[in-house]
């Protein structure tokens, strides 16, 4: 039977039952008109922010952070589940069932009597096995198989790998940044109709190069992001302290104030 909100206990420490307890609560006659309301539909960016602020938390290796940002993916995991408890589609024992199998069907070589003594060795098993579960008979299957909702960048990285493994892929980095200077041709000379496509080939290829080197392009282009604002703060700073405003001011001073923080940390390269 049910909970209800007057008789949920109040205690020190809940666990997975609880909150799944809460969750039907909420969701149930008498509830949070709120939580009532919602569908999948509705509160699908909230799983997505969820779990960037997950990362956010590993980034900066705020441990009380982490715990409190995992709780709310949890909750988002619970949340979609309850919903499909209510029609009768599946519900968290079913949840927590499939991903059981998975792990046992995945892990041969500890639940079964796969050799696989690296990690290299344990991937490949990994990728075969997922490929046979979903069904994934060419490597076309498994480039459309990456989600279209994760970041570009991540996405085409993913996709550039699968292709490599059929040795479809540059020799070198050195090779793949020769496409940017294509591409980037090819983005200036296009007209309106096909400007956004060609700037879609030039991001495309600046991944492939990142690829080469190693490089994770979203954290890459998220750090120089990062750099960016804070030497564009050391930029806006020194032109106020000179009694200007940023907005009054040509390009060319402006680059010169840029220079200047450059130059002070370190002679680093944007």
């Known amino acids: 039977m049910n909970k209800t909100a007057k008789d ?27 939580d009532r309301e919602q569908t999948h539909e509705s509160i699908r960016k909230n799983f997505i922010e969820e779990t960037y602020e997950v990362a956010e938390a590993i980034d900066t290796k705020d441990k009380k952070l982490l715990c409190e940002e995992l ?14 408890t209510e029609v009768g589609s599946f519900d968290i024992g079913d949840v927590t069932t499939g991903i059981v199998k998975k792990l046992i069907y995945r892990h041969p070589h500890i639940f079964g009597d796969v050799s696989a003594e690296t990690t290299d060795k344990v991937l490949e098993n990994w990728d075969a096995l997922k490929a046979k579960e979903k069904h994934r008979e060419t490597v076309t299957d498994s480039m459309r198989s990456v989600a279209r909702p994760l970041p570009a960048l991540m996405r085409a990285e993913k996709v550039g790998k699968r292709a490599a493994k059929v040795g479809f892929d540059f020799a070198t980095a050195a ?7 294509e591409e980037t041709e090819e983005a200036l000379a296009a007209d309106e109709a096909t400007r956004a496509e060609e700037v879609g080939d030039l991001l495309f290829a600046a991944v ?11 954290k890459a282009l998220s750090d120089a992001t990062d750099k960016f604002i804070d030497r564009f703060a050391g930029v806006e700073e020194a032109v106020l302290a000179d009694g200007k405003h940023m907005e009054e001011l040509p390009l060319s001073v402006l680059d010169t104030y840029w220079d200047a923080q450059k130059r002070a940390k370190h002679g680093e390269n944007i």
């Open 71 to 84: 709780g709310d993916v949890l909750l988002q995991v619970v949340f979609h589940t309850e919903m499909e």
């Open 8 to 34: 949920f206990p109040i205690k020190d420490k809940y666990n997975f039952d609880d909150l799944c307890a809460v969750m039907k609560i909420l969701r149930g006659e008498g509830g949070c008109p709120w």
């Open 175 to 181: 090779d793949a940044a020769k496409k940017i200077a």
């Open 208 to 218: 492939n190069v990142a690829r080469k080197l190693g490089v994770d392009p979203e």
